[in-house]
């Protein structure tokens, strides 16, 4: 059985870090792009961040370049969202899910991916 559990968040300030993390369980990383998407109460799910098969292979989304950083550590099955100088505007909801379609990581499309998890809480307040 796949699983995702998504861990990491909290209350922050504008400006600060956070690293959000990603515990799978159920499948091999290297085998499926893993991406990070957030939602923001009344929006719709925005997918900011993925991972291909190589670490190298990674995406952005244009809002979140340069700030966040994504990794996997295949040993801990685990993928990690490391986010520099949030934002209150992206206070949301954190998932993180498998695309069952592409290996590669490309601008995201949440229809592609599944085997969601609960999701981690980021709130980004002074």
């Known amino acids: 059985q796949v699983q995702f559990v998504e861990s990491g968040g909290g209350l922050v300030q504008p400006g600060d870090s956070l690293r959000l993390s990603c515990a799978a369980s159920?499948?091999?990383?290297?085998?499926?792009?893993i991406g990070w998407f957030r939602q923001a109460p009344g929006k719709e799910r925005e997918g900011i961040s993925c991972?291909?098969?190589?670490?190298?292979?990674?995406y952005y989304t244009d809002s979140v370049s340069g700030r966040f950083t994504i990794s996997k550590d295949n040993a801990k099955k685990t993928v990690y969202l490391q986010m520099n100088s949030l934002k209150p505007e992206e206070t949301a909801d954190y998932y993180c899910?498998?695309?069952?379609?592409?290996?590669?990581?490309?601008?995201?499309?949440?229809?592609?991916?599944?085997?969601w998890g609960k999701g981690t809480q980021v709130t980004v307040s002074p």
């Open positions: 899910a498998a695309n069952l379609m592409r290996t590669t990581a490309q601008p995201m499309d949440a229809h592609e991916y599944a085997y």
């Open positions: 159920g499948l091999t990383l290297d085998d499926y792009t």
């Open positions: 991972i291909g098969r190589s670490p190298r292979d990674t």
